[in-house]
């Protein structure tokens, strides 16, 4: 299983960032997609959740209605797309396939002006 996020970076608050895993090793379009975000001296924490067939979706409460996940099954992607973003919401992002264990290196995003 290889997980690749990519699209991180520093943005001023109220920005947008659009982030992506690339998925390989495994039969993406089978498997419900995650998105977690640590942030410094926190634990790992569930962001947003899409099913498999990308019409079951959950979001953490603090993020609801600001950020959008989206899959892309024929390219093996997910997509988080961060709107309003806050200084709250600066962490190293990682995407997971669920059920599994498996992380990549993840994306860092700074909200900060």
């Known amino acids: 299983v290889q997980l690749e996020e990519s699209g991180g970076g520093l943005v001023q608050p109220g920005g947008s960032l659009r982030l992506s895993c690339a998925a390989s090793?495994?039969?993406?379009?089978?498997?419900?997609m995650r998105w977690y975000r640590q942030a410094p001296g926190k634990e790992r924490e569930l962001v947003a959740s899409?099913?498999?067939?990308?019409?079951?979706?959950t979001y953490a409460n603090s993020v609801k209605g600001r950020f959008t996940i989206s899959r892309d099954n024929a390219r093996n992607t997910v997509f988080l797309q961060m709107n309003n973003l806050k200084p709250e919401d600066t962490a190293v992002y990682y995407c997971?396939?669920?059920?599994?264990?498996?992380w990549g290196q993840g994306t860092h995003v700074t909200v900060s002006s």
């Open positions: 899409i099913g498999n067939g990308g019409r079951t979706i």
């Open positions: 090793g495994f039969t993406f379009s089978a498997y419900f």
């Open positions: 997971s396939k669920w059920p599994g264990d498996s």
